[in-house]
């Protein structure tokens, strides 16, 4: 039987070297570019087709940086908040965690022929939502110090050439001037709302109707939050904001998110772990155990109702990591599991 208290600990503490077959070594020997390209599109890792437009950023990108010899970036923009259904909210759980461990085995082929390596950017958005979703500053700040002090700790043991960031926009720019850029896209957001079918308009509030906090919510308010979030993605392409970082060589990833309609640039869409599509700061992290393995899985509110009463909880020490959600986890089994299929 594994030792879970272990083998959480090595999820910190282990960095398992992609190990490079015969063939590998030909193709990186012959065509480097072509060999991460190959590497970064596998289907066990996406959640989408790679578009044409997708494959042409992700090879000029690529080209560009080996070109330079520097680090491949890939840059992940997130709510930087921990959504209120779960216990684990306002901070971090094992779901960042699995997160961070599914991107890692992801590079890891690019990490073990590309010396520059590969860097992430977590690109915390939280400047918006206390006007969107009714979130709390004091909640945000909670879980962007969490997230600092469980991505310090993760890094620690990685190999040198990998490197995981964290970027809230919330510090780097003026907030006052980014809500007042968003108002003043509201009225054109507005109109373009009242263009929309009943239909298309429901479809848009999918999202919001799950993200707003409070209760006995108006359906004005979830058009509000809706048409917040889309004038705020145009504020932030704006030259005097983040639009400069839009036009550098990084990769831009998605997961759940681009899934949706939002994802009008085709980003690379991966999963959030092999087994799940929840995206990591909205889900709740539990192990499966299966065939004396685990397999890591980050659950939506809806599955977590399902099987909450089946959940195991045990308790786990993991090493100068005293953040609350890491003093245990929950485990189900195979058979619990399948509830959530039928």
């Known amino acids: 039987m594994v030792d879970i208290n272990k083998y959480l600990n090595n999820l910190f503490s ?7 077959s015969p063939e590998d ?24 087709k790679v578009f044409p437009n997708t494959l042409k950023d992700i090879t000029e990108k690529i080209e560009k940086s080996i070109k330079e010899n520097k680090p491949i970036n ?8 921990k959504h209120f259904w779960n216990p684990s909210s306002p901070e971090v759980d094992w779901a960042e965690v699995f997160a961070f461990k599914f991107l890692t085995d992801w590079v890891s082929p690019i990490i073990a022929v590309y010396k520059p390596g590969v860097t992430f950017d977590f690109i915390s958005e939280d ?30 043991n990685l190999p040198k050439n990998l490197k995981f960031n964290f970027i809230r926009l919330k510090d780097k720019f003026n907030q006052g001037k980014i809500l007042k850029a968003v108002e003043e896209q509201l009225k054109k957001g507005y109109e373009r709302w009242n263009s929309l079918s009943s239909e298309e308009q429901e479809l848009e509030l999918k999202r919001s109707k799950r993200s707003v906090i409070g209760e006995n919510i108006s359906r004005d308010k979830f058009v509000e939050s809706r048409v917040v979030e889309l004038a705020y993605y145009e504020v ?4 005097e904001f983040f639009g400069d970082y839009f036009n550098q060589s990084n990769i831009f990833l998605s997961f759940s998110f681009g899934l949706s309609p939002d994802n009008i640039d085709h980003w690379l869409v991966l ?13 709740r992290g539990i192990l499966e155990e299966r065939d004396n393995e685990f397999i890591h899985r980050i659950v939506s509110q809806e599955q977590y109702k399902k099987i909450k009463n089946d959940l195991k909880k045990v308790d786990v020490k993991i090493t100068d990591l005293t953040l609350e959600n890491f003093k245990n986890i ?11 299929i039928k």
């Open 14 to 20: 282990e960095y398992t070297d992609y190990i490079l």
């Open 25 to 48: 070594q030909k193709t990186a020997a012959r065509d480097l570019k072509g060999f991460i390209i190959q590497k970064l599109t596998r289907k066990k890792f996406r959640k989408q």
């Open 74 to 81: 890939f840059s992940i923009f997130f709510g930087g908040y």
């Open 127 to 156: 400047l918006i939502l206390e006007k969107m979703n009714n979130y709390s500053n004091e909640s945000l700040d909670k879980y962007s110090q969490s997230f600092k002090t469980l991505l310090e700790k993760y890094n620690q």
């Open 236 to 239: 932030e392409a704006f030259p």
């Open 271 to 283: 999963g959030s772990t092999y087994a799940s599509v929840v995206d990591f700061w909205i889900g």
């Open 330 to 340: 929950e485990l189900i089994k195979p058979e619990d599991w399948e509830k959530i």
